[in-house]
């Protein structure tokens, strides 16, 4: 046997193993999903209305992916051929058919209270016997296939189809939110029904859909002047602040179109946006990784409850303190928050990195102790915490309203944004960016290390603060329960999300780690498993974040040369 | 007297890395200061930044100790470092970290005169000014660093090791552009390995070994001293 020919097996039994362990491993995931009962659970939300699931929508999407993977090229694997992916969803495919049948002939129920006849008539998309195995093994393999030949599209073309497909299954998924507020005016009521049915949305619909989207994404390659280069897309400014419009104004108008749920759940954004945005001066340009942020939060909310209060913790109740209205009780939470956050930079402030993360843990846990403490009740209530905390009111209008509120913490967030953005482009926002990046030079470069430091405590403590305080008036009462550990993890996740450092990341982060879990309620606690999966993918897939500020995405861009493109890239 | 060490000392932990030195800096002069790897060069320059506190002696800017003063009311004064391996702001662009030199001054019409100037002194920056520092080249790197410190218009530009892991050409125009800098009217303190070519331009040197100034006299001296030949090339 020639060498060539011993290359040609050892090649051939390579692409052999990788389409067997791929398709295996995909059949493994599938069948722990099902075995744990969140594909029953993903079955009950339609996708496209009669015609496909989330369950099944996540099936093929496994499919999908493990045909993709198998086409990327790896250390092991220089020149991936495309039959491992038809091989590949083959074996998953009859893996998953055999544990079917499993499933149907013996009775499993016992140990697992998940694996019933439905889960695999779900798996063999309803048809009974041998025909519903046949149609399975299919389907797993024209997925994979699919996902194959997606990966060997140009670049281009795939920028192009994933938000389409991205958009299809967004607008299915969340069929609920979006009919409520499509039933909320008149226009919409009239196109509405060419996309959703009273079940979700129509095949139809989704068509219409996958295509508005695939023209949106291929808009910039239009517009795009002939003979200009990629840099030019961002010197546009209406351009780059385009999607952030887009952004406000779907902000403003969703509330009220989809009623107090809704508003409740963007409220629940909005506090945790003006959060991001103070975390992230204090991580995104100083440096300071900060995990008892939650701590400044709840001084801004447990101040507003004492100063206004109607309960015998009020201030007002036991001094000749008056009893103060919201709109005085915030500027002082405000006040307070930026104390806290300059007691607690003190100690802090020679402890870098690592030790950072535990110190600050440490301080935040020791602020809820306090607060929860028998010693600090007389005053702050302990465990049982204040309650009666008063709406804000101007004029006769009550602030009473989920949605009313949710335009509170909306003006309260544009004008902390505002804040944040002068911030970033102050002398002050320049001695937080060089001290993050070297310490020892920024003092060297004459930067007050004692000062900038604490200064960033206090400001990202006064967004917290501000935050608590509108939080404290939207549940009327204020627990050191409310107040954990998970709530500064939570802040510090959406900000690494959406993009360290940038506002529009803020939002966008805060949009999907807060209101995602929100929207997938009915999946109890294995929301906190999309949570966790969401913030996986973004970070190997985008680890820069979903919306990255200016200064890291330039970290690629390459010196402008000759006079052209000197000229193109000044902004 | 610009800068006047006198019997200095300091330690990390027990260990002493700089014993008894005395350094004097007059005014629009090039000293250097030269020794083998870990003399406790960087050393003294970090404690005359103020960035690690000395034991004993005194370090005095103008007459003035300077033992009470914070890293950034030194720089304030006008005593700049350039640190060691450069140090540059990596994610900050080259425009970025030229301005960021200049933080402690307010005169921003100068600032910016300041800025083209550096862009004059340093032409291959001016072509990558708006490129991330961090992708720079070594050389290039070392530009950003020296135009950084210049840009505080400092009137003691400290620079230790400017000519580490450049290219022999490369090292002759850093040395050319010290010379430049100091003729323009700053007074240097140049920490060197290469310590043939600094003790060419220095108007005095100094020779430090484990902790202390085992030699001093006129740069050109030094370089010819058989004691300094003995140690740097036999
Ligand atoms: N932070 C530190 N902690 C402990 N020891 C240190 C520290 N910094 C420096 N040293 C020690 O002090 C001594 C002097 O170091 P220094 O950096 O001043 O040397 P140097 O003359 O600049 O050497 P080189 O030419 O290699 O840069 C060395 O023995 C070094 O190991
Ligand atoms: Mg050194």
Not at chain 1, 423 to 444: F, H, K, N, T, Y
Request: proline residues 5%.
């Amino acid at each position: 046997m020639s060498v060539q020919q011993d290359d040609l097996d050892g090649r051939l039994s390579r692409h052999l193993r990788r389409g067997i362990v791929t398709g295996a491993g995909a059949a493994l995931i599938a069948i722990y999903l099902g075995s744990v009962g969140l594909l029953a659970m993903m079955n009950a939300r339609p996708v496209v209305a009669n015609v496909l699931t989330l369950a099944q929508t996540a099936l093929l999407a496994i499919a999908f992916l493990v045909g993709l993977l198998s086409q990327r090229t790896s250390a092991k694997d220089r020149s991936p051929v495309f039959w491992t992916a038809p091989l590949a969803g083959l074996v998953a495919g009859l893996l998953a058919a055999g544990f079917a049948s499993l499933i149907l002939s013996i009775n499993l129920r016992s140990i697992f209270i998940a694996l019933t006849p439905p889960l695999a008539r779900l798996l063999t998309f309803g048809q009974p016997g041998i025909s519903g195995a046949g149609l399975l093994v299919a389907g797993s393999v024209v997925a994979a296939s699919a996902g194959a030949l997606y990966q060997r599209l140009p670049h281009k073309v795939r920028r192009l189809i994933f938000p389409a497909a991205l958009a299809v299954l967004l607008c299915g998924m969340f069929q609920e939110f979006i009919q409520v507020i499509l039933q909320s005016n008149a226009l919409f009521r009239w196109f509405a029904p060419w996309f959703y049915g009273w079940d979700g949305l129509t095949a139809r619909g989704g068509l219409t859909i996958f295509a508005i989207a695939l023209a949106f994404a291929a808009l910039p390659f239009l517009v795009r002047r002939p003979g200009g280069f990629a840099g030019s897309a961002g010197s546009h400014p209406w351009r780059r602040s385009a999607p952030a419009l887009l952004v406000l104004l779907l902000l403003l108008l969703v509330p009220i179109a989809g009623g107090p749920y809704i508003a409740q759940v963007f409220l629940l954004i909005g506090l945790y946006v003006l959060m991001g945005m103070g975390l992230n001066l204090e991580l995104g340009l100083a440096g300071l990784l900060d995990l008892g942020f939650v701590a400044f939060f709840a001084t801004g909310a447990y101040i507003t409850a004492i100063l206004t209060a109607d309960s015998p913790l009020a201030l007002a109740h036991y001094t000749a303190v008056p009893s103060f209205p919201f709109w005085a009780a915030m500027p002082l939470a405000v006040l307070g928050a930026v104390l806290m956050g300059i007691l607690f930079g003190i100690p802090v402030l020679g402890v870098k990195g690592d030790y950072l993360a535990v110190a600050t843990l440490g301080l935040g846990e020791i602020v809820r102790i306090v607060v929860q403490s028998d010693a600090a009740a007389p005053i702050l209530g302990g465990a049982q915490g204040i309650l009666q905390i008063p709406k804000p009111q101007i004029g006769g209008f009550q602030f009473g309203s989920a949605v009313s509120l949710f335009y509170l913490t909306l003006a309260a967030a544009i004008f902390a944004a505002y804040c944040a953005w002068r911030l970033e482009r102050s002398r002050l926002g320049r001695a937080w960016i060089a001290l993050r990046e070297d310490e020892d030079v920024a003092q060297a470069m004459g930067i007050n290390l004692v000062q900038s430091k604490l200064l960033a405590y206090a400001f990202g403590a006064a967004f917290a603060g501000l935050a608590g305080s509108i939080f404290a008036v939207m549940v009327n009462s204020v627990f050191p329960s409310s107040f954990q550990l998970l709530m500064s993890i939570n802040v510090l996740a959406l900000i690494v999300v959406g993009g360290l450092g940038s506002l529009s990341g803020v939002v966008l982060g805060a949009l999907v780690l807060i209101g995602l879990p929100e929207a997938l309620r009915e999946f109890g606690e294995f929301r906190y498993l999309f949570y966790g999966l969401a913030l996986i993918l973004t970070m190997r897939l985008m680890p820069e974040g979903l919306w990255p500020a200016g200064r890291r995405r330039r970290r690629i861009v390459v010196p402008a040369t000759g006079a052209r493109s000197a000229q193109a890239a000044r902004p | 007297m610009i800068l006047e060490i006198e019997n200095m000392s300091l330690a990390y932990g027990n260990i002493e890395a700089v014993r008894g030195v005395s350094i004097k800096i007059v005014d629009g002069g090039i000293v250097a200061l030269v020794g083998a790897n870990g003399a406790g060069k960087s050393s003294t320059l970090n404690a005359i930044s103020g960035l690690i506190p000395i034991k004993n002696g005194s370090i005095r800017i103008d007459g003035q100790s300077s033992a009470a003063l914070k890293p950034h009311e030194i720089t304030r004064r006008g005593i700049v470092q350039v640190p060691e391996g450069r140090r540059i702001f990596g994610r900050l662009s080259v425009e970025e970290n030229l301005l960021m030199g200049a933080f402690s001054r307010t005169d921003h019409a100068a600032i910016a005169e300041d800025r083209d100037h550096m862009f004059e002194l340093f032409p291959r920056l001016k072509e990558r000014r708006r490129q991330v520092a961090g992708t720079l080249s070594g050389g290039e790197q070392q530009m950003v660093a020296t135009a950084r410190g210049l840009m505080a218009r400092p009137r003691v530009l400290l620079m230790d090791e400017p000519s580490m892991g450049l290219a022999p050409l490369v090292v002759e125009q850093v040395f050319d552009t010290i010379q430049a800098i100091n003729a323009a009217g700053t007074t240097v303190l140049l920490v060197e390995q290469n310590a043939l070519m600094a003790l060419e331009i220095a108007h005095h040197a100094y020779v430090m070994e484990h902790g202390e100034i085992v030699l001093e006299g006129p740069g050109a001296e030094l370089a010819v001293d058989e004691r300094v030949v003995s140690i740097y090339l036999g």
